[in-house]
């Protein structure tokens, strides 16, 4: 149930921070508050196109995957956990959840975040690990704080998840 509910409690910091991040009109606002889980869900879509174009489209998607990458492999708790070929497939599933909350395909069909860090040993420190690692990808690439806050969103309902296993 903890799980679920941090699932549920980073959604909403999603939908909350692409809402944002487009400054969608009130009637969408209401739409998706009336409407429950199933517009949320609509709604994510169609303002996450933001998030995605903000990046930059697909090759400043990549450039952040790369440098949340390195950040990884340079972080002495995840480096322990995650070899080479895992970080890899880790930075093709952030670009993968970055299309999707876009409504987007998936660019790296077969790879999932949830999948490829399940049986890790991703525990409470390298989840906090992982995420700071992604804000200072952004932070290097000079991401805005809205978009820098869609993204950790997008991460750590993911990683807390698999460390409360």
């Known amino acids: 149930m903890k799980a679920n509910g941090r699932v549920a409690g980073g959604v909403l910091l999603i939908v ?11 009637s ?31 090759s400043g998607v990549v450039a952040l995957a790369d440098a949340f990458g390195l950040k990884l492999a340079h972080d002495p708790v995840v480096s322990k956990i995650l070899d080479a070929a895992t970080i890899s497939q880790t930075k093709l599933g952030l670009v993968n959840e970055v299309a999707k909350a876009s409504g987007m395909a998936a ?10 860090l399940s049986g ?36 750590t309902p993911i990683v807390n998840s698999l460390a409360s296993k």
């Not at 660019?107 to 490829?116: E, F, I, K, R, Y």
């Open 28 to 58: 969408a606002t209401n739409q998706m508050t009336e409407s429950g889980a199933a517009s949320g869900a609509s709604g994510m879509m169609q303002t996450g196109g933001a998030l995605f174009n903000q990046l930059g489209g697909m």
């Open 107 to 116: 660019p790296n069909p077969g790879v999932d975040l949830a999948s490829t």
């Open 120 to 155: 890790k040993g991703i525990d409470a420190t390298a989840a906090n690990a992982m995420t700071s690692a992604l804000a200072a990808a952004a932070d290097e690439l000079h991401i805005g704080a809205p978009q820098k806050t869609a993204l950790v969103g997008l991460l």
């Open 16 to 26: 909350a921070a692409l809402l944002d991040l487009t400054s969608c009109s009130k």
